[in-house]
């Protein structure tokens, strides 16, 4: 017998919704607590999908820069987290294992362990690392030429993605994943003077993007406003960014984005003032953008369906108690999407 007929005789695997749709609320990664245990507890409870946390105030080599290049020869990192190289020992192609006992990922391995004990399994989790055009920049500004950062951040990038995939697999087998390469660096992308043009931006981003499994949403952060056009040409699944109006310049590509099947996550609470005790602002401002997008095109069923809810930026910055106040804020908005989402579903017959 062919090896064809035995696969046609095979029943097709059965197709499983997204749990990445409807509003569910994604923290962005970063948590304030020093107890690793605890951070992980946090990020199952409080997030609809979990979300592996990094810890840069348990210790500064969780950032996300240090924590990218923890074990590459000629980098130092220091007690502060700054970057210093030696540009006679770096090698972009020197292999780099990422060790999970290690320092920089102790809130990584406190959440798989946790996850293992509470059985996750089977449930979505979210995980991310900086980026490479974010890491490359950081590199030259550490003293590396500009080729040879770029080289190593590139290298870095899908070495820890291939890593940390691998376990994230072994530990959640049946769980989706969603990674997100986190690159505040794009909000200066188009500025004069910056280290690489768009084009060679979107080729760093889509290599890394590639690397990981085709089973895995793969996607892009910026924690500020930035190019939409050039985030999106790198290939992401899902997009994270603030949900401000300055994204109403780019409902026609974020129109073409839903359209083909790609995913908003959207930063409806803001963490860069004062903290709110309702989520009823930052529910009508994420309305506001909404109707805006649709009296330009964009699809209003869309729009909730393929939809996240993130805070801004990551919560490390605060206390613990105010880190849980938004979280819930933005599992409130969440809510309210689902709800919406839910009734418009209804009303479609869908």
């Known amino acids: 017998m062919r090896r064809s007929d035995v696969d046609a005789s095979r029943p097709a695997p059965p197709v499983h919704p997204s749990p990445f749709v409807d509003g569910a609320a994604v923290s962005i990664g970063s948590l304030p607590h020093r107890d690793p245990v605890a951070a992980a507890a946090f990020?199952?409870?409080?997030?609809?999908?979990?979300?592996?946390?990094?810890?840069?105030?348990?210790?500064?080599?969780?950032?996300?820069v240090p924590?990218?290049?923890?074990?590459?020869?000629?980098?130092?990192?220091?007690?502060?987290?700054?970057?210093?190289?030696?540009?006679?020992?770096?090698?972009?192609?020197?292999?780099?294992?990422?060790?999970?006992?290690?320092d920089p990922f102790v809130g990584f391995?406190?959440?798989?362990?946790?996850?293992?004990?509470?059985?996750?399994?089977?449930q979505p989790v979210k995980w991310q690392v900086v980026g490479p055009v974010t890491l490359g920049v950081e590199l030259e500004r550490a003293g590396l030429d500009r080729s040879l950062a770029f080289r190593l951040?590139?290298?870095?990038?899908?070495?820890?993605?291939?890593?940390?995939?691998?376990?994230?697999?072994?530990?959640?087998?049946?769980?989706p994943q969603m990674v997100?390469?986190?690159?505040?660096?794009?909000?200066?992308?188009?500025?004069?003077?910056?280290?690489?043009?768009?084009?060679?931006?979107?080729?760093?981003?889509?290599?890394?993007?590639a690397s990981?499994?085709?089973t895995t949403l793969g996607g892009l952060h910026c924690c500020a406003p930035c190019d939409i056009a050039t985030l999106l040409a790198a290939g992401p699944g899902v997009i994270s960014v603030?949900?401000?109006?300055?994204?109403?310049?780019?409902?026609?590509?974020?129109?073409?984005?839903?359209?083909?099947?790609?995913?908003?996550?959207?930063?409806?609470?803001?963490?860069?003032?004062?903290?709110?005790?309702?989520?009823?602002?930052?529910?009508?401002?994420?309305?506001?953008?909404w109707c805006g997008l649709v009296q330009q095109g964009c699809d209003a069923v869309q729009l909730r369906r393929r939809s996240l809810v993130t805070p801004h930026c990551g919560l490390s910055r605060y206390s613990v108690s105010v880190a849980r106040r938004l979280a819930r804020l933005t599992g409130d908005v969440g809510k309210r999407v689902k709800d919406q989402s839910a009734a418009t579903r209804f009303a479609l017959g869908a």
Request: no cysteine.
């Open 43 to 64: 990020s199952i409870a409080e997030f609809d999908v979990a979300t592996i946390p990094t810890l840069p105030r348990r210790s500064a080599a969780e950032a996300m």
């Open 67 to 102: 924590q990218a290049l923890a074990g590459v020869p000629g980098i130092a990192i220091s007690p502060s987290g700054d970057v210093t190289v030696d540009r006679s020992i770096v090698d972009p192609d020197h292999p780099v294992t990422t060790d999970l006992h290690a």
């Open 109 to 122: 391995s406190a959440f798989l362990d946790l996850a293992g004990r509470v059985k996750l399994d089977g």
């Open 153 to 175: 951040a590139t290298a870095m990038v899908r070495s820890r993605l291939l890593d940390l995939s691998a376990a994230v697999t072994s530990a959640l087998p049946t769980s």
């Open 180 to 209: 997100v390469l986190d690159e505040p660096w794009l909000a200066e992308l188009m500025n004069p003077g910056f280290p690489i043009p768009p084009d060679e931006a979107i080729d760093v981003m889509s290599g890394a993007l």
């Open 212 to 214: 990981l499994p085709s």
């Open 242 to 289: 603030p949900a401000t109006s300055d994204l109403l310049a780019w409902s026609g590509y974020l129109t073409r984005f839903l359209d083909d099947g790609g995913i908003v996550a959207w930063g409806a609470v803001p963490t860069d003032g004062p903290v709110p005790f309702t989520s009823d602002r930052a529910w009508r401002d994420l309305s506001d953008l």
